[in-house]
């Protein structure tokens, strides 16, 4: 993928130094002023009122600064807006779409210049060797967009080029919004193009180059010939209503790799489609492309299979068919490889409020929800681009926003509703309800008005809607009892510079295995590390194995979808996380110090209770002198065992050896099958304000709950080490034990070395990571 700069938040319109001739000077006679202060004030009642209104200006800079602290941007965004919020509530613009003047080239020198089908791309450097390839494909014009970046005395043969300038000039309104240094600045391509009587675009890159140089070999050009509206295309099958996006390149070969936009906890689901239903052609309004080489994938999966500086090379398949994604599923749309037709024109708009890396990613499913109200759908094609890899770092944090947040944003798009009969005023509609929900700020609500406005401005003409039922499935364009069976070739792929054998099957029913053992159960992890280095990277490696994965921290945060709670009295934080998932099999408590191989745990009954080494592991009460504080943890456990049920006292005092000891277990890691959870939340609710270490009520619940002899042992065998500090964890880990505690992983580079370890168990993380 394209590494790609934040936006700027300065205004798009170039300054222009304005050179003002030097007045004559005049020499003034003073005469000897009166010291009377009346009369002093009047002379200088000029000058007095410009420090004044200056005083002004800058206190009320300092208070809507202060202001503005307090006003975040929405989740998705990676910088914060420049521009001033009004403390009222943004309210949703209504533009006067039959009051828009024509605008027309009147400043360019391509102002004649007209063709069907364009090529956009971002330069920031010189012509590349890809893009001197791409000007030479026949019957489409190229187009290249500047930025702030780009040398002044760029030019190459055969493509227009559009500077700062040059695209300021153009009288577009979108440019107010567009940031000098991002390759969002494209927006002014598309409506140049448009301009200039643009019926398909292709939306490129300055890296990739057409397999064959023929963009008509890959992708239907003519969406009105017969042949492309007879053709019958493969589509993701609509009965599984639960399945909202799809991984194309499991469909193209390639099952351990995942397109950038793919939501992290989707990547595990590595099965291909049973069956395939099937769609007429004919409105395939956006193809997406596959690019062999370096494909479209995000910086955790470059990241962590990276082998040095050796490029990839993935090779996806070409005799694979075409595959459409049906009405209530989405896919990645990427802003490089990427053919839009007409009737998708609106869709091209690149929102500015988000990290560049999530823009195109956010456009596509913004895109996709809005070509469903004009029955268009999308459709991936086998490789149409090669894309060579440049070896070049791929900064995890530029995207963590689009981790965090794109999940929420399919689920959003998916239940999004719209009673307008107006197809614009639906786009409007929906970029305000994005703005309402987190996923960008006003500033692209008013970009999409401005965007909308432009395109009618230089003849666009919006598409009709359609008639549909989101809540039924809708089959006007699909076949009928026609159902396709494709199984994908498994083709080898690259993991840290290897090519992969046959083992992948074997690797792949393994995590098949794993999933159907743990996938109904809910995995509670406390990060007591620094969550905005890890917290991803935990639910990521994790969330392939379980339901779901529960973060807790001392701090919350939104952005990554963590909840505060406080370890010391973690199960106080634990039931009404029961009560959110009361139909799960059970719950796997994890403290972020402590490393899981699931793969150990296949054997163990999930019926039964699991903890940490043996319970209880006792020690003698403490004399009081020496010990205060395990003198008053004693007496509130007393208390507490004197106020149980008869069923729960009476399995703790059997359990435990004496009431002159008391129990302690680490519990960094315990599981609490469903069948206990009424118990657990009962022996919460009986603590009440007693503050008993977790350490020593956890034990303590399970005693109550059950006898130790009836706990499944598989934790038991755990290596625990209390000698040594966590850094040396890497030296004595082992991937053939449940558990290995203590664990220090806190930065990006720890978690790729730990994946390499726990490899050693799990194989497939090395493709899947």
Known sequence: MIIQDHPSTKSSKPHY???????????????????????????????????????????????????????????????????????????????????????LDKSS?????????????????????????????????????????????????????????????????????????????KSVGYLFAIQHGARRIFDADDRGEVIGGDLGKHFDLDLDSVDVKQQRIFQYSKENSNRTVVNPYVHFGQRSVWPRGLPLENVGEVGHEEFYSQ????????????????????????????????????KFDEHAPKVAVSEGKMVPVNSFNTLFHYDAFWALMLPVSVSTMASDVLRGYWAQRLLWEIGGFVVIYPPTIYRQDKAETYP?????????????????????????????????????????????NENDVKLTVSWIEDLIAVGYKQPRLMEIEMDRNNVKNGLTNNI???????????????????????????????????????LIMFVSGPVQQTALEWRLLYGRIFKTVVMLSTQADADLLVEQGQLDQIYKYLPKIFNRFNNTKGFLFLHDNTVLNYWSLLQADSSKLWIVNKVPTSRPAVDRKDSTW????????????????????????????????????????????????????????????????????VPMFFMAMDLPQNFDPVLNNMIYKTDILPTSFFNFYSAQVPAVYPCNVSTESDFVRLIKLMAAGDPLLMELF
């Not at 005469?31 to 002004?56: G, H, M, R």
């Not at 083992?503 to 996938?519: A, D, K």
């Not at 099958?673 to 020593?696: A, M, R």
Request: glycine letters at 6%.
């Open 17 to 103: 130094s304005i050179n003002h001739k030097n007045p004559q000077k005049a020499l003034f006679l003073s005469k000897s002023k009166n010291l009377d202060f009346s009369t002093w004030a009047y002379e200088n009642s000029f000058k007095l009122s410009i420090i004044t209104v200056l005083t002004l200006i800058v206190a009320a800079y300092f208070f809507f600064f202060h202001n503005s602290i307090s006003n975040p941007t929405p989740l998705f965004c990676s910088q914060k807006s420049h521009i001033l919020h009004n403390p009222q509530k943004f309210k949703i613009p209504k533009p006067n779409f039959n009051s828009i003047h024509p605008i």
């Open 109 to 185: 020198p391509y102002a004649s210049f007209q063709s069907e089908q364009w090529i956009i791309v971002s330069v920031s450097d010189y012509p590349s060797i890809s893009l001197q390839s791409i000007v030479r494909i026949k019957g489409w014009q190229v187009l290249a967009i500047g930025n702030s970046k780009t040398p002044k005395d760029w030019s190459l043969k055969g493509a227009i080029y559009l500077s700062l300038e040059q695209q300021a000039n153009l009288g577009f309104r979108v440019v107010d919004y567009l940031p000098y240094d991002s390759y969002v600045r």
């Open 279 to 314: 769609v007429f052609g004919g409105k395939q309004y956006i193809q997406q492309g596959i690019s062999n080489g370096l494909p479209d994938v995000d910086s955790v999966f470059y990241m962590t299979r990276k082998a040095g500086s050796e490029p990839f090379d993935v």
């Open 396 to 440: 995890f944090i530029e995207e963590k926003d689009l981790h965090v947040n794109v999940g929420r944003l399919i689920k959003f798009l998916i239940g999004w509703r719209c009673k307008k009969r107006i197809f614009f005023e639906k786009i409007i509609d929906l970029s305000y309800s994005m703005e309402e929900g987190g996923f960008w």
């Open 484 to 522: 396709k069976e494709f199984v994908p070739r498994k083709l080898p792929s690259m993991h840290l510079g290897v090519e992969e054998s046959g083992t992948v099957n074997y690797e792949i029913g393994n995590l098949i295995r794993w999933r159907r053992n743990f996938g109904d159960v809910v």
């Open 630 to 697: 395990f003198t008053k943890q004693a007496d509130m456990v007393n208390k507490v065992v004197s106020t149980m049920p008869a069923h729960l006292q009476v399995n703790y005092k059997e359990s435990s050896p004496s009431e002159q000891r008391l129990a302690l277990c680490g519990s960094e890691v315990f599981y609490i099958t469903q069948k206990f959870v009424s118990d657990f939340v009962d022996l919460v609710e009986l603590l009440g304000d007693f503050e008993i270490h977790h350490k020593i009520a």
